[in-house]
């Protein structure tokens, strides 16, 4: 099994986190807020359908990801820590 | 019609009715039956009315009745004829306006589009006079709803061209969505009911609407167009399937999404207006979607 870069997969937590507050327009909320296993939708961030939208997109453009990949996997839409590990395996594809 | 109207005996009895007497023998059954409702069904006098006080303002409580009753009549019709077509009693003219238009924003994208539609005229057949752009339309709609169209569709027979999403999946079928747009095909949204979800509040009618934000959210994200599809009956055998408002989003900034978002609905606002005005009896939108607004 490949072992994991940690420090990769913190940047890009990181970035998500941004990229999230950034084009989800999340107001009150910093990045540094966001939990890395907090739950996205519904409890927790409360997100909902209309911003997984945007999440795709987010994956889409700023990492790459294909969206046919993306509907098959809707455990990453978990939480930054699932959706991170997802981003950084298709990475490694 | 809804949940309590459009049960299985009531089909039975326009299904046999249209066997026996033909399709102006069932339009007959329906006046006495319609009047039933209209004297015992406050539920759906009430919604109805919801509707009718805007469309017809300058009605007293009478005229408003009559129109509530002419609603129910015109959409009984509707079922009617829906029923008559896929039992291959008859044929309908069907007159479809837009085709050209859709059928280059297809060959000139990648992707699929949005239909949008609401509840008006005999949608579902509109269905069947799109086959021809030999594309997969995905119907987003609850399993509830399943029923009644996918026995008029013939939904779940593999050579069928129309499918559902259910908005009960994993993230409201939004996934799935997505997927399907990406691919080149067409996914029918209902844009006159928000049921709750995200919506925007537009003028509709001389008063404020909340119309649902969905369909435009998505055509955003993935820079694809909304094509709003509007049914009407023209005459005892013939239908008019309007196509030809094409709505493309063309975001530039994320600060003005929201504000944008809103002006497209409010622009799909005054297409169903007009199509309000053009066939006032042909919107079937049971439900107040003008709710917390004044008289």
Not at chain 2, 175 to 202: F, Q
Not at chain 2, 246 to 263: D, N, Y
Request: proline share 2%.
């Amino acid at each position: 099994m490949q072992e994991i870069n940690e420090e990769e997969l913190a940047d890009i937590k990181s970035a998500l986190k941004a990229l999230l507050v950034k084009d989800l327009s999340l107001e009150d909320i910093t990045p540094d807020d966001i939990k890395d296993d907090e739950i996205l939708f519904g409890e927790g961030l409360g997100l909902d359908s209309l911003d997984a939208v945007e999440i795709v997109v987010i994956l889409q453009r700023n990492f790459g990801l294909d969206v046919k990949d993306i509907e098959n996997r809707k455990d990453v839409f978990h939480s930054i820590d699932t959706l991170a590990k997802y981003v950084y395996e298709k990475r490694k594809d | 019609m809804g949940k309590k109207r459009g049960n299985r005996a009531g089909f039975w009895f326009f299904r046999t009715s249209l066997k026996l007497f033909g399709l102006s023998g069932a339009y007959a059954l329906l006046y006495p039956v319609c009047l039933y409702y209209l004297i015992f069904d406050r539920h759906a006098v009430s919604t109805a009315m919801t509707y009718v006080k805007r469309r017809f303002r300058s009605y007293n409580i009478f005229r408003r009745i009559c129109a509530v009753y002419k609603l129910f009549v015109s959409q009984g019709k509707n079922l009617i004829d829906r029923y008559y077509h896929v039992a291959g009693l008859g044929q309908f003219d069907v007159e479809l306006r837009g085709y050209d238009r859709i059928k280059s924003l297809l060959s000139n994208s990648q992707k699929g589009f949005i239909l949008l539609t609401a509840h008006v005229g005999n949608w579902q057949a509109s269905m069947t006079a799109l086959k021809k752009l030999n594309k997969t339309v995905y119907l987003l709609m609850t399993p509830e709803e399943n029923a009644a169209v996918k026995n008029t569709l013939n939904i779940g027979n593999e050579k069928d061209k129309a499918k559902i999403i259910s908005p009960e999946k994993f993230l409201g079928g939004i996934l799935e969505i997505l997927k399907v747009i990406d691919e080149g095909n067409i996914v029918s949204i209902m844009g006159d009911r928000s049921y709750g979800h995200n919506s925007a509040r537009v003028s509709l009618l001389g008063g404020k609407a909340n119309l649902p934000v969905g369909a435009f959210s998505i055509a955003t994200a993935l820079k694809c167009s909304v094509v709003v599809l509007l049914p009407a009956k023209v005459s005892s055998r013939k239908y008019i399937i309007d196509v030809s408002h094409v709505i493309t989003p063309r975001c530039s900034s994320k600060s003005g999404k929201e504000e944008e978002i809103r002006a497209l609905v409010q622009q799909f606002a005054r297409i169903l207006e007009e199509y309000a005005v053009q066939y006032p009896f042909q919107w079937f939108v049971f439900s107040d979607i003008w709710e917390g607004e004044g008289e």
